[in-house]
């Protein structure tokens, strides 16, 4: 991160994007971890982005919850764990086998990690604005040797880590001219906010600090937030960022879209195929390849499953692009996984043709699992997936009255003390047994519909007690970094 901008306090100009990780690498190892945070800085990362919570005790301790359950194989309130507890905790088996006895990791074992060169940048997001004070203490003594931004959505613990001597990063849901003139009052270092609001006319507008495009993975917004002025993403998706930095760099004039282009996959658990589990299907979809370069390109194609089972065919192996030249062509895809996330990867590694043969860019596009309801005026079931073969059927109901959605629990399966849980638009929502949410204005002109998932959160026995878990509609629930994608609300047109 620039150190003129570390030094004098003020924003850095902006240019190519510094390129966080977010949580380290978490598509490609258990998030949090040394395992990401090594991967992620062995990408060659600006930074990374890691999230701080306190142990029982005194330890700062990196974990998004505030409960073990997703991503350790302990369970309860982190705050109620004393230090010598964690460590026993594997928190990389719930991700892959291969990650089995992977731990919890402490904030000062995050902080020697080093990358290529320097050391990294940091960015803490802060998820208890009472551990503060604990938090400068720790950085005191690396203050000069580490570039390390604070990010918390409470704007007082903001302003107290300013006056502790730490770069605040305030993030904001939305951005208003109130936050455009408190971030210039107030001297904060950086204001972070979804790739939407920097899109907007007043995100698009000159601003008194550093701005920072929080939760940034999909290729189209990577590739618009590379060409314009921002100064950092964040992005659990640390090889496309990257990759897609070097293509405006190779590509200066280019002002096409993203050069590879896959049609969603349409998911019907309905038609699940026979023990492959719910979240599958057969797919035919198209593929459409643009040469962005002003020289001829030789294209090769593959592709990778991070999760589940797939047969890919009919995928051509190499072919020539003149500059400016599009080609589609479809393939196809079997398979699936029983749960959603972990979307296969199609690669096009992109080299100059001819003589020079040398290697351009390797850009990804994921093979996205989507589900899709409409929003109808009668109460409409939805069943949740079965992502074991022992899972009782759970399920919920949905419906839309006049700019409202209604969403009931039906059956919670074999789950204790459940709570509604609603991914709509970018926000979740939680409920006992019913929620009324306000469907967001200009719904009826989004043909693409609304990102939205459901699912119920409960607890459920198990041999070591009561875990914590979500019986899901479709991905984006419980969060959207191994969740999948989520699905879409669509309007019913009559």
Not at 275 to 281: A, Q, T
């Amino acid at each position: 991160m620039g150190k003129a901008a570390e030094r004098s306090g003020g924003a850095q100009e902006a240019g190519p994007p510094w390129v966080f990780g977010l949580r380290g690498a978490p598509r490609e190892a258990p998030e949090n971890t040394k395992a990401s945070l090594r991967r992620a800085l062995g990408l060659g990362l600006d930074g990374l982005s890691i999230d701080v919570r306190r142990a029982g005790g005194s330890e700062l301790v990196l974990c998004a919850d505030a409960t073990l359950d997703r991503t350790s194989d302990g369970h309860g309130l982190l705050a109620d764990h004393a230090p010598r507890e964690l460590a026993a905790l594997d928190a990389g088996a719930w991700f892959s086998p291969r990650f089995a006895g992977e731990k919890l990791l402490f904030l000062e074992e995050a902080l020697a990690l080093r990358g290529r060169g320097e050391a990294s940048a940091y960015l803490l997001v802060l998820r208890e604005p009472e551990t503060l004070p604990q938090l400068a203490r720790q950085l005191a003594e690396r203050a000069r040797k580490l570039s390390v931004r604070v990010l918390s959505d409470h704007r007082r613990a903001c302003l107290e880590a300013r006056d502790l001597g730490l770069s605040p990063l305030y993030y904001a849901r939305t951005l208003g001219e109130d936050v455009r003139r408190w971030a210039a009052e107030e001297r904060i270092a950086a204001v972070g906010a979804r790739w939407r609001e920097w899109e907007s006319p007043l995100g698009r507008a000159e601003w008194p600090c550093e701005r920072f495009a929080v939760d940034i993975d999909d290729p189209e917004q990577l590739l618009a937030a590379c060409r314009r002025p921002i100064h950092a993403l964040v992005t659990t998706e640390p090889r496309r960022a990257l990759a897609i930095r070097e293509l405006v760099r190779l590509a200066p004039s280019d002002r096409g879209a993203y050069p590879l282009q896959v049609d969603e996959l349409g998911v019907d658990p309905g038609h699940a195929l026979g023990g492959e589990g719910e979240w599958c299907g057969r797919w035919r979809p198209e593929v459409r390849v643009r040469n962005p370069f002003d020289c001829a390109v030789s294209v090769e194609l593959s592709c990778e499953i991070r999760r589940g089972a797939f047969e890919c065919r009919e995928l051509p192996e190499r072919f020539e692009l003149a500059p400016g030249e599009t080609r589609a062509f479809t393939f196809s895809l079997v398979g699936g996984s029983w749960s959603p996330g972990g979307d296969p990867l199609l690669f096009a590694r992109f080299r100059a043709a001819g003589a020079d043969a040398r290697e351009l860019v390797t850009l990804d596009a994921p093979l996205r699992r989507v589900r899709h309801v409409q929003a109808l005026e009668v109460p409409l079931r939805l069943v949740l997936l079965r992502e074991s073969p022992g899972d009782p059927p759970a399920s919920v109901t949905v419906r839309r009255r006049r700019n409202e959605l209604l969403v009931a629990l039906e059956s919670a399966g074999d789950l204790a003390q459940p709570k509604l849980v609603v991914y709509l638009d970018g926000e979740f929502h939680l409920g006992v047994k019913g929620l009324r949410l306000v469907l967001p204005p200009g719904f009826s002109e989004r043909p693409e519909g609304l990102p939205f998932s459901v699912g119920i959160e409960g607890l459920r026995a198990t041999r070591r007690g009561p875990r914590t878990v979500v019986r899901r509609w479709a991905g984006g629930l419980p969060d959207t970094l191994a969740g999948g994608d989520a699905g879409r609300l669509l309007l019913a047109r009559v």
